[in-house]
Structure formats: structure tokens, C-alpha cells
């Protein structure tokens, strides 16, 4: 007998509504979620992931800044920014790259190097991105592509701003050059500033006011689709041009400088006294520093690089020589002031110098001697044991002392790169350096300018500057003014003074003035040739600098020695005496005496200079 059972109503009643509670339940708790998930997304995080979409949308393209133009004291433009073209290829609308890249060639001149360094540059960009093959066409070659364009589609001419030196080699080591930015200068560079820039200042004044020349990155928003390409632009702020420089710097004597120099090797460096502006800054040999700006070619790098003329080396600056007897003036006016000679205090010069009897011989440069010697005869004839003797009188220490107030030994803050402080010995320099005494006889040869002493011609002419400013010392420089590219006026920098040397007996500065007077207007004057016919009066001290040391009894023969054996040529200057307007230094190289060769330069360049308005 088959059995029924009967349906418990309330009891599947009760069973769905706690299924159906707890069903309630987890799409409450699920709707609290997707809510709050909501929440969090549009509202909390809302800021966060509009960006991330608009980074996927919209980018943000740097602009190169106009880099600021650098003029002359009197306007004449010494750095540009001008229009090259070059030769770009867009990968992605190109069938054949090789056969197109071959078929370039054979109308314009492409190497190899411009070949790898186009596939380098693929690699890093995207295809529909331009790629540069070739830099800089000339004129003729952008005819010949302007005619044959039709057959190259892919294929365009594109404009940039190049850097380029009017001026060429007769500024490059003052003024500097651009290139291209490498891996240490990117370490050392806010990179978000140089995003668009490829080139920065590597020398000179382009590297030392880089940061008024490069002027402010701009920002372009561009609209881009899934793979990149550019759809439209939508907000561009433009970038800011960077600071025109006004140097100190006169192009005119700069080029006679160099011209005076005749091709030697060497350097110049003229100075406003009053003022430390530099008017001239000449080494030479020189070098087109245009070569640089797109990358020069290993070839002549190499050829600059390994030449024994060493035309990359900025002797001005960086040359360190022994100053011989332009150090004369500076040793005669430290026995004045410690008081171990007066203006007539006189001497007895045999042609040779001995600390003790029968000791060591330090030669005097005329062997039969000058005589009876007082401190004016003995600048302007330069003898060599007037200054033996006051230098062992005057003592290591208080000699180093008194030349380094005038800026021997130290850096002249000159406001240029590569600056070399020199050497003017100590004892605790030596003692440092050699682990050795100090001895008598080393001091008696740094009267000269000569044993450890060393000077670099701009050390040399800021000396000068401040011997005829009377003990007034100007930091050199070589920018005397800027503007900004949204003002009309330029701000003038104002001079820098360094210190003031003060004597006990100010009459001392006359004294040396004019006995450094008479070395060039004197009948007897070791420069007197230059003097003859100079319409101005020129204060002066010649300097000869040994290269190598000559023993005892052997005598210095020019005639028998290979020309890089010979004596460098030295001589400072200042003019008009009583109103000096420029201070000078010049070093020839191996120029034999300083009289006969770097006295006519210094010559040269004063004359250019003081009687530009009697041309």
C-alpha cells in the first residue's frame, strides 16, 4: 500500500526565507562593495586615475629653448644661433630602407658614420618617428635633393638652430664651444631642464654661464592614439630664450693679439686695470671650435688631439711658465716694503753672485756685470745679482708672502673654466711636496723668476693690473653685461675688487713705476727699442725664461739649440703710465729673449688698443 506524505508548508516557508535572508544579505554586503569600489575610483582616486588615462591620451612634449647669444664689448656678435638642415628619413613610410639610404648617396655625401649612427638611432626611436642620416647640408646639396624629392617619399629636409662662431679661431679660448651632451654631463644635469636639448657649453664662457645662455625648457601637450602617433595638440607653453651675454672681451685686439703672435706658439692677455675686464685673451696656435658643434670627425679630432702644437691647450689660463724677470718689479717692491733696500740703496754687481767665498756662481746675464746697481738701474737693465742678493736678504718666507697678495701662487677667480693656480714655493710647499728642506740657494734663483716658481700669463697681466693701479686688485672677467630676451636694457655686472694692497711707504709704488718706465724709455732700458717712436709712455719689464738648466761653465748659445730648447720670451706692460687703460702680458714659446719677441707684441697690441682713434 503506497504511502503520502504530507508537505510541511511552514517548515519549506521558514527554510526560503533564511535562504533568501542570507541570499539579501551577500548582495547587500556585494552592493556595499561595488559601491564603496565606486566610490574609491571616482571620487577618492579620482585625481589618480584621470592621470593615468590622460598619460595614455595625452603627452607631453619638451621644446628646446633658443640658446642666448654672446656679443663683444662693442656689440659684435661672437656666438649665433643659425638654421642647418638636415636630411631625415620617417622609417615606416619608406618600402626599401637600404636601397633608399644607397640611392641618397649617390646625390649627397653620406660617410659611414652616418649611416650606423642613423640605425642607432632607429633602435631607440618608433618607425613613424623622423630620424636624421645626414647633418648640415650646403647649399648645393640641398638643391640636388630639392630637385630629385619626388622619387624619396619618406624623405625630407628638416630645419634646426645650430650654434654656430663667427669670430672662428680667434675667440675659441675665451668664448668656447657647444656639443653634444654626453654620459657624465647627463649624471651631472637636471635632466627635466635639458629634455629637448642636445647640446651644452663644454669650454670657455659657453660652459661657465650655461645656465644664462640655456634659457627654460618649454611643454607642448599633444593628443596621442594607442600606438603613439600624434593626433592633435592641445596646449603649448613656449620655452623661455636664454640670456645674451656683453663680454669684456674686444674683438679687434683679440684678432691683432693673435696676429702679433705671428703663428708662434704662445698667449696674450690684456686687462682694464681700473675696471679687471679682460680686452684680450689670445693662445695660440688656434682652432675652428665650429668643427665641434655637430660632432667633429675622428680624423681631425685626432690630428688636434696628437699635434705637438697643442692648439686645444689654452696657454692663457692653463700654460704655466717661470715668469724669469717680469717677477723683477714684484721682488724690488717686497725689499722696499720689509725695508732691506731703499730707492738708493746700491749694490755692486761683478757679473756673478756667491753666498759665501769661492761657493757656487749664480750668473748674472751680462758677464761683465752691471756695476754699481740701485733699484731703478737694476729693473731697467734687469740685473740678474741686484735681485740674487735681495732675494736671499728678503728670505723664502716673507718673499712668498708679499707675491702672493698680487696673485701669484692662487687662482684668480677669473670667471672662465680650466684655471690653473700655478706655483709659488714655500717651504711648507716643499716640505709637502718633496719631503725635503728648503735651502738658500733656492731662493736666490726664485729672485729671477726662475727654480720652482711658475705663473700663467693671466696671473701675470692681473699682477701687472694691480701694480698699476697702485695696490688695487680687480677680479678678471670676461662678461661685463647680460640680458634677459623679455627686457630691452642690459644689466651691467659691477667690477669685483679682490683686495687692497697697502705699503708702508706708498712713494714705493712710483718708485717701481718708474723704474719699470725707464726698462722701456731709458737709453739703457732692456726694452727700449719698443719706446723709440711710442706716442704714449709705456711702463714695462722684459723676462726671459730658461727651458732647461745650464751647468757652471757652459754658456747659453741660441744659435746651437733646437728650436724647442730656447728660452721662452717674456714681457709685461702697462699704458699710459699715468692713466693706464690696459695692463698686458705676453708669452712666446721659445722665443729666445723677451726684449727682441714678446716686447714687440705687447707693442703691437697697446698700439691697437690706445690709437684706434688716431686709425
Not at 15 to 43: E, H
Amino acid at each position: 500500500m503506497k504511502e503520502f506524505r504530507i508537505k510541511d508548508h511552514i517548515r519549506e516557508s521558514r527554510l526560503f526565507n533564511s535562504r533568501a535572508a542570507g541570499a539579501l544579505v551577500v548582495i547587500v554586503i556585494l552592493t556595499v562593495v561595488l559601491i564603496g569600489r565606486l566610490t574609491y575610483l571616482q571620487i577618492i582616486a579620482h585625481e589618480h586615475f584621470k592621470t593615468l588615462s590622460d598619460n595614455n591620451r595625452i603627452n607631453i612634449v619638451p621644446i628646446a629653448p633658443t640658446r642666448g647669444l654672446i656679443y663683444d664689448r662693442d656689440g659684435v656678435l661672437l656666438a649665433q644661433n643659425l638654421p642647418a638642415y638636415s636630411l631625415e628619413i620617417t622609417p615606416e613610410q619608406v618600402k626599401d630602407l637600404d636601397a633608399t639610404i644607397a640611392e641618397l648617396s649617390e646625390l649627397i655625401d653620406i660617410s659611414e658614420d652616418d649611416i650606423e649612427r642613423f640605425h642607432k638611432l632607429r633602435r631607440r626611436k618608433r618607425s613613424f618617428e623622423s630620424i636624421p642620416l645626414r647633418l648640415q647640408l650646403d647649399d648645393y646639396e640641398l638643391a640636388r635633393f630639392a630637385v630629385n624629392r619626388h622619387r624619396f617619399p619618406g624623405v625630407e629636409v628638416v630645419a634646426r638652430l645650430v650654434r654656430h662662431y663667427p669670430s672662428g679661431t680667434h675667440t675659441v679660448h675665451v668664448v668656447g664651444y657647444v656639443g653634444r651632451i654626453n654620459e657624465h654631463e647627463l649624471r651631472n644635469i637636471d635632466t627635466s631642464a635639458y629634455a629637448a636639448s642636445t647640446h651644452i657649453g663644454k669650454i670657455g664662457v659657453e660652459k661657465s654661464y650655461e645656465d644664462f645662455l640655456h634659457g627654460t625648457v618649454g611643454v607642448k601637450h599633444v593628443e596621442i592614439n594607442a600606438s603613439g602617433r600624434v593626433i592633435r595638440v592641445l596646449k603649448e607653453t613656449p620655452p623661455i630664450p636664454g640670456h645674451d651675454l656683453y663680454l669684456t672681451i674686444d674683438s679687434r685686439l683679440q684678432e691683432a693679439a693673435e696676429n702679433a703672435l705671428a703663428g708662434r706658439r704662445g698667449a696674450v692677455v690684456a686687462i682694464e686695470p681700473a675696471t679687471g675686464d679682460v680686452l684680450a685673451l689670445v693662445s695660440t696656435p688656434t682652432y675652428d671650435p665650429n668643427l665641434f658643434v655637430r660632432g667633429i670627425d675622428t680624423e681631425t679630432f685626432r690630428a688636434l688631439q696628437g699635434s705637438i702644437d697643442r692648439p686645444l691647450f689654452n696657454r692663457a689660463v692653463r700654460g704655466t711658465y717661470p715668469p724669469g724677470s717680469t717677477l723683477k718689479p714684484f721682488v724690488a717692491l717686497a725689499g722696499l716694503q720689509y725695508g732691506k733696500v731703499t730707492p738708493d740703496t746700491s749694490i755692486f754687481c761683478p757679473g756673478f753672485y756667491t753666498l759665501r767665498a769661492r761657493g757656487h756662481r749664480y750668473r748674472d746675464w751680462k758677464r761683465g756685470g752691471h756695476g754699481h746697481t740701485n733699484v731703478t738701474k737694476a729693473i731697467a737693465e734687469s740685473c740678474d745679482v741686484y735681485f740674487y742678493d735681495l732675494a736671499h736678504a728678503l728670505g723664502i718666507d716673507a718673499f712668498h708672502d708679499f707675491l702672493e697678495q698680487f696673485g701669484f701662487g692662487t687662482l684668480t677667480g677669473i670667471d672662465i673654466t680650466g684655471e690653473v693656480g700655478a706655483l709659488l714655493p714655500s717651504r711648507a710647499w716643499k716640505r709637502k711636496t718633496h719631503r725635503e728642506i728648503w735651502y738658500p740657494g733656492e731662493t736666490v734663483i726664485a729672485g729671477i723668476g726662475q727654480g720652482y716658481t711658475l705663473a700663467t700669463p693671466l696671473q701675470l697681466a692681473s699682477a701687472t693690473a694691480t701694480l698699476a693701479m697702485r695696490g688695487i686688485q680687480l677680479r678678471p672677467r670676461t662678461v661685463r653685461a647680460v640680458r634677459a630676451a623679455d627686457e630691452e636694457e642690459k644689466t651691467v655686472l659691477e667690477p669685483a675688487i679682490v683686495r687692497e694692497i697697502h705699503l708702508k711707504d706708498p712713494t714705493h709704488w712710483q718708485t717701481i713705476i718708474d723704474a719699470m718706465t725707464a726698462v722701456v724709455h731709458s737709453p739703457k732700458g732692456t726694452a727700449r727699442r719698443i719706446g723709440l717712436d711710442a706716442p704714449y709712455r709705456i711702463a714695462g719689464k722684459t723676462g726671459t725664461a730658461q727651458v732647461f738648466s745650464l751647468g757652471q761653465d757652459e754658456r747659453y748659445v741660441e744659435e746651437d739649440l733646437e728650436e724647442r730648447l730656447k728660452d721662452h720670451a717674456l714681457f709685461i706692460a702697462f699704458a699710459p703710465v699715468d692713466d693706464p687703460r690696459i695692463a698686458v702680458a705676453v708669452i712666446v714659446e721659445n722665443g729666445g729673449s723677451g726684449s727682441g719677441t714678446a716686447a714687440p707684441v705687447a707693442r703691437q697690441v697697446m698700439d691697437s688698443y690706445l690709437l684706434r682713434g688716431n686709425e
